[in-house]
């Protein structure tokens, strides 16, 4: 006997049987423990919403306010829109500001992550590599003005440096203090502390990797830098890539070390040495001159612009699929 569709039973009307819109409401509103998690979202998440808000977004915006006026932080407010910005890229201090930047950014990350993972290589087959890591850690410790202090003591004229260059026949040394170096020794002095920093991080999630997966590809007979580059990288690389913002953020907002190297109580450092977070500092806060908050404002905003593109670009390109072990 042939059912026809008239005779065929609908299960929807059989007993016991649950409607389909029921079930598919079922599925969406998703079982107790995640109801549970979507009542308590927002009694948790709210007050963290807040003070990021109050913290970060007002200021944030009240920046891009002011950075469309003509200000002096006391007088009235004059209109100028985005003739602030264009005032800003014409002037050629800004643009060595912001080569500086993007060197800072670029170079010292490149040399920084290429030595931090070097080290990494060398200390996960080392013995003793936790007080290894002490030791490569403790200069991010250091106050930046130990470093200025530090660096006008060994590279001054009669320093120590220079004393060791004329024993080995050296009788023009380079003048490191000077505008021309100034620039190549800051970077130097910010890859050698933040190198420590970063490797600690990497090391920490390097000792999550299994130690199996190591035996066996040491069975197959893979060598250091094999095991390195198909187990170590791999396993580290999400990692690695929160390392890569972290830096790719603080290295804009380098401030110290420039002001001490090439500064003094009485001057700003040369304009050649200067970044962009030097540069708001000088226009905010001049010597001789009237404030320029407008063009300040303008200079940090367009800073907080590139470092969002430059991340959610770097994270696009270093998305990978999570590891399972």
Not at 12 to 31: E, K, Q
Not at 75 to 98: I, V
Not at 183 to 201: D, H, K, N, Q
Request: charged share 15%; with cysteine; net charge positive.
């Amino acid at each position: 006997m042939t059912l026809t569709n008239q005779d065929t039973p609908r299960t929807d009307h059989v007993r016991g049987a649950v409607p389909r819109s029921s079930r598919t409401a079922r599925h969406r509103d998703g079982g107790p423990h995640q109801r549970q998690q979507r009542r308590t979202f927002w009694p948790f998440t709210a007050p963290a919403l807040l003070v990021y808000g109050v913290l970060f977004l007002a200021p944030v915006g009240y920046a891009i306010w002011t950075s469309l006026y003509k200000w002096d932080g006391m007088g009235p407010m004059e209109w100028r829109g985005l003739d602030n910005y264009r005032l800003l890229f014409q002037d050629p201090f800004f643009r060595t500001s912001l080569a500086n930047t993007l060197v800072l950014m670029f170079v010292g990350g490149i040399v920084t992550f290429a030595i931090s993972l070097a080290l990494t290589l060398v200390l996960r087959e080392m013995q003793g590599r936790l007080f290894a890591r002490s030791v490569l850690f403790f200069p991010c410790l250091v106050n930046g003005m130990v470093f200025g202090i530090a660096a006008g003591f060994l590279f001054s004229p009669d320093g120590p440096v220079n004393q060791v260059l004329a024993l080995v026949g050296v009788d023009t040394p380079p003048k490191w203090l000077s505008t021309d170096n100034l620039m190549p020794l800051i970077l130097g002095t910010l890859i050698w502390t933040a190198t420590g920093y970063y490797t600690s991080i990497i090391m920490a999630a390097v000792d999550q990797i299994p130690q199996y997966l190591y035996e066996a590809a040491e069975l197959d007979g893979a060598g250091p830098f094999q095991r390195f580059r198909h187990i170590t990288l791999p396993g580290a690389w999400d990692v690695i890539s929160v390392c890569a913002v972290l830096w790719t953020v603080s290295s804009v907002k380098i401030f110290e070390l420039i002001l001490l190297f090439g500064g003094s109580s009485s001057a700003y450092p040369p304009a050649e040495s200067w970044n962009t977070a030097v540069y708001v500092y000088t226009e905010a806060f001049p010597q001789a001159t009237t404030p320029r908050l407008g063009i300040a404002t303008a200079a940090a905003i367009t800073s907080l612009l590139m470092v969002t593109v430059v991340t959610l670009v770097m994270r696009r390109l270093m998305r990978r699929e999570p590891l399972e072990y």
